[in-house]
Nanobody
């Protein structure tokens, strides 16, 4: 199971950190990803981090503003979001997939999904 938390209402320019705690899986064997879905839009890739934490990938829309990290000892993945924009408003989902499946940005490859946490950015 994946349990996402940390969402909330913030103002544009603010920062927020999302967390996703995993249980019932061998956490360090999975690539962890964050996806988001805004109202009326398709779910989109945000960021992913490889099993060891040595490689991370980002959508162009968040590159330089968001940072994904993981603590394998705590079975937790994080998404640090800075300089938030109105267009970052969405439900954010964490997800896990087997390390050997590629590419990391493809939502259909992720086996486990969290319940989502809402991030609302206001002006």
């Amino acid at each position: 199971q994946l349990q996402a938390s940390g969402g909330g209402l913030v103002q544009a320019g603010d920062s927020l950190r999302l967390s996703c705690a995993a249980s019932g899986l061998t956490f360090n064997a999975y690539v962890m990803g964050w996806f988001r879905q805004a109202p009326g839009k398709e779910r989109e890739f945000v960021a992913a981090i490889r099993s060891s934490g040595s490689e991370a990938y980002y959508a162009d829309s968040v590159k330089g503003r968001f940072t994904i990290s993981r603590d394998n000892a705590k079975n937790t993945v994080y998404l640090q979001m800075t300089s938030l924009k109105l267009e970052d408003t969405a439900v954010y989902y964490c997800a896990a997939k087997e390390w050997y499946l590629r590419p990391d940005y493809s939502a259909s490859l992720y086996r486990y999904w969290g319940q989502g946490t809402l991030v609302t950015v206001s002006s």
